[in-house]
């Protein structure tokens, strides 16, 4: 996952430098509030992961006077729980975070990569809370810390407020791929 946002990082300021001409806007803009809904495939043992959160774009800055990236302050949780009758596993995660957003909006992009005009990518790394617990027919355990919390993902906008969101976290025991909406309010 992160090689593959690093990727897109670079894709951006390398392309970034032929359109330099044309002002770039963010789809996450300062000032956007925006509270998303997932449901994914949970990292242990195929496990359906639901998560939710909630972000509010604080700022925005340029790179090289040609690449705008905003930041903002993030929320985010994810909840999975497996078993069978004789044993369970559950998982919850929750953090807040600090994000960027890179948006490729208003690019005069060239044939073939319009569809890059409605993504914006982020990242966001912050401060969570993690439990699981592990019951089975011989013993119940189970654990829970502070640690980090990370995320990275992208939004394919379908409207101005409407997307959908591809998204992966580690919320410090565990974490998995989900996708799901994300509405700007």
Do not use: C
Not at 139 to 150: E, H, K, M, N
């Amino acid at each position: 996952m992160k090689k593959a946002i690093l990727a897109v990082l670079i894709l951006a300021l390398l392309a970034g430098g032929a359109f330099a001409q044309k002002k770039l806007e963010p789809l996450m803009a300062p000032g956007d509030f925006a509270v998303n809904a997932s449901v994914g495939y949970g990292f242990f043992w195929g496990a359906i992961d639901v998560a939710g959160g909630a972000e509010l774009v604080l700022g925005q800055f340029t790179i090289a006077d040609f690449l705008p990236l905003t930041y903002g302050a993030a929320a985010r949780a994810s909840y999975y729980s497996y078993g069978s009758a004789s044993y369970r596993w559950s998982y919850f995660g929750a953090g807040a975070l600090g994000t960027l957003h890179l948006g490729l909006r208003d690019l005069d992009l060239p044939d073939g990569l319009e569809f890059l005009e409605n993504v914006d990518s982020y990242i966001g790394l912050g401060l969570g809370y993690y439990g699981y617990s592990d019951n089975d027919a011989y013993a119940d355990y189970g654990s829970s810390r502070i640690g980090l919390v990370s995320m990275g993902g992208v939004s394919y906008f379908l409207t101005p407020n409407f997307a959908l969101n591809f998204e992966g976290g580690y919320y410090g025991y565990g974490g998995g791929g989900l996708i799901g909406i994300l509405f700007k309010l």
